[in-house]
Structure formats: C-alpha cells, structure tokens
C-alpha cells in the first residue's frame, strides 16, 4: 500500500522561513530511516503558497488566482510517498517523525490500478504502466 504523508501549513511555512539546521539535521536523518527500511518512494517540502497559483475548472471558463491563499490550514508545505503494509504502519513511522510544535499530518492511501473498477480497462492499464516507465527511466 502507498500513503501520501501531507504536512499542513503554518504561519511560518506560508512566510517562507527555513527551518534551522538541527531540523534539516533531524530530517534528513529520519528520512534515511525511511528509505533504508523501504518505505520512503518519495518526498519534499512546498514552496509558500504565495509562489503558487488555483486553477478553477468550470462547464464555462478556468479562472487562475495567484496566492498567497488565506486559509493556511487548509494548506500543504511538504509531503512523503511512503510504501507500507497498512495505515497502521504509516502512523507508527509518522509517530517517530522529528516534528514539533503545531504540526498537523494527514495520511491518505494512494489507489493502486487493481483498486479503479471497471473503467479502468486493460488499455488504459497498459497506458498507464508505459508513462510510469518512462517517469523511472528519467531518473
């Protein structure tokens, strides 16, 4: 199962501070925890939303808004693609992640092609499996 860890904003987030040395420090150490047990495919922290930019997709137009965006709870600062064998183990790494002070997490499970139902036909599997070929082989 693969999880995506999404790390919520905060005030000093969306005001693009870094945080100090010992928390790279610490970071990097529980990342490496990670990839040697397997379990890290993937992560990395978010620019300020006021970098970034909403696309609204309507029956009639797309209207873009550039940030800074308002609500910073409702907002992600980084995240991790994690591959485990349940939620359960997801949040039991989590736990042992070197995060302080307000910092809200949410984890949620990535679909996996089996998981898509019907629409999801054998081409479209196919298709899909090329374009995920051709993303590794760029590393």
Known sequence: ????ILLKADKNTEAGILPDQK??????RFNEELVKA???LSGDGLQPSS?????KFSKESVVVTDGPFPETKELICGFWIWQVKSKQEAI??????PLGGDTEVEIRRLYEMEELGDGCTPEV???DAKLREE???RK
Do not use: S, T
């Open 135 to 137: 993303i590794a082989a």
């Open 92 to 97: 039991e790494w989590l736990k042992r992640a």
């Open 1 to 4: 199962m693969r999880f995506m």
């Open 38 to 40: 397997g379990v890290m």
């Open 125 to 127: 599997k196919a298709r």
């Open 23 to 28: 928390v790279f420090d610490d970071m990097i």
């Open 51 to 55: 970098q970034g930019a909403r696309v």
